[in-house]
């Protein structure tokens, strides 16, 4: 039987998009039912919905046909997935909150399915406290959100973060959520990229990493079915589809995110964490003629890596750790599983040309065994890294 697909439309300008997402869910063979909000039929008629859906679009908790026919207890559970696309600030808030005076809160609160939502509202909207809050909240309770991307806004001259996930986007993380791969249902994290550190307004401390293995990483896991975290310093990449992914800048700021993806069944860290950040950073720029050159003290950055490691109920099943290496690659990755006091290290000579390039030669590496794998491309190496994590969490073996 297909999949099926609970689509809640809010009141936003980027409902539009989402009769769009309608045609692309279906275009996967997706049956898709849809939930209109009143605000949203301002935006986008039921009939145009209903249209594209086959059957009527459901608007009203009170509606008596409905809720003696369908009713929203059975919306709410008769489906694989709620989207809920645009998800409005209002949208949010409500489900934060736990309110249900209308038809789409009400299922939201009744459902027993997964959640994902698109948000998309005015960027100041976006960056409120409250908003900030709500999002945390729907976080911590599971659901998974996508996007708002950056860009122009609806409103002339406007740009920020806060313009809805494209349809093909959200597609995609409905149709990972959706997969039947081993990982389905487990919770990974991963890290990826370089961390800037500041030493004022506009220098940094940064270092070379691109972000490609943590990217595939994340990439793979998600193909596997696993709800994937993805949080990332400075790079140039887009987003693998399905994952979420958590922009950060600081060490600090990293860690932060990552203990915020707790709980986890699988944490691998491929971020080339800056060691080091400036002791003080500036508020203001140091100019050039103040007082000479000069000095730079610097302090210990938080070790990621070793602090979701640490023993405790909140650690992740399985804790992966990277070890860029340019002698004694085994030996010294071996003290670093105990230094550190995670489960596996992929170790990797980075002698030659890793950092940036597109191939990498690993060696995995657990307390009581090693095996070194032939150089590949890096999304090989995540192929075969997310199938060696699917074993060990106990899954059934990919498939082909
Ligand atoms: O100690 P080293 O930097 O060689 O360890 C590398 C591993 O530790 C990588 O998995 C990296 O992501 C992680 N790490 C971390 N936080 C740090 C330093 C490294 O998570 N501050």
């Known amino acids: 039987m297909s999949k099926r697909v609970l689509l809640i439309i809010g009141g936003g300008i980027a409902a539009y998009k989402s009769l769009e997402l309608i045609r692309r869910l279906k275009e996967r063979g997706l049956a898709v039912r849809v939930v209109m909000t009143e605000a949203a039929q301002r935006f986008v008629t039921t009939l145009a919905a209903g249209a594209l859906v086959g059957e009527p679009v459901f608007t009203d908790l009170f509606d008596q ?9 059975r919306l709410a559970r008769e489906c694989d997935l709620i989207i809920v696309a645009p998800a409005t600030a209002d949208l949010m808030a409500k489900r934060a909150n736990g309110l249900a005076n209308d038809l789409a809160s009400a299922v939201l609160l009744a459902t ?17 406290a409250a908003t900030r809050r709500n999002f945390a909240t729907l976080q911590a309770d599971g659901i998974r959100l996508i996007g708002p991307n950056a860009g122009e806004m609806a409103e002339r001259g406007e740009s920020g973060v806060g313009r809805m996930a494209e349809p093909e986007e959200i597609r995609d993380t409905a149709i990972a959520f959706l997969s039947d791969g081993p990982l389905k249902g487990k919770r990974a994290l991963v890290t990826a990229g370089p ?5 004022d307004p506009v220098r940094f401390l940064s270092n070379r990493s691109s972000g490609k293995q943590g990217y595939a990483i994340a990439a793979a896991l998600a193909e596997l079915g696993a709800d994937v975290t993805l949080v990332s310093g400075p790079t140039n990449l887009a987003a693998p589809a399905g994952v979420t992914r958590v922009n950060v800048e600081s060490a600090r700021d990293m860690l932060e995110a990552s203990e915020a993806a707790l709980p986890l069944d699988v944490a691998v860290m491929v971020a080339a964490v800056a060691d080091w950040r400036p002791t003080q950073e500036a508020q203001t720029k ?4 103040a007082a000479g050159i000069p000095a730079i003290a610097l302090q210990e950055n938080p070790d990621i890596l070793a602090t979701l490691s640490k023993p405790g109920k909140k650690r992740p099943k399985l804790v992966v750790g990277f070890a860029a ?12 599983i105990a230094k550190k006091g995670c489960d596996w290290i992929v170790a990797n000579d980075v002698s030659g040309d890793v950092m940036g390039g597109a191939e990498n030669a690993v060696i995995l590496i657990s307390k009581d ?18 199938a060696e994590i699917a074993k060990s969490l106990g899954a059934k073996a990919p498939r082909k």
Do not use: Q, Y
């Not at 961390?195 to 030493?199: D, F, L, P, S, Y």
């Open 65 to 73: 046909a409905h809720e003696f026919d369908v009713g929203h207890i």
């Open 112 to 128: 027993d399915k997964p959640v994902l939502m698109a948000p998309a509202m005015n960027p100041h909207m976006w960056s409120n």
């Open 195 to 199: 961390t800037i550190e500041a030493i």
């Open 286 to 289: 140091i100019k050039k003629d």
């Open 325 to 336: 290496e340019t002698d004694h690659v085994e030996e010294h990755a071996r003290a670093k």
């Open 369 to 386: 065994k090693s095996e070194a794998w032939p150089r590949m491309a890096k999304e090989a190496v995540a192929r075969k890294l997310a």
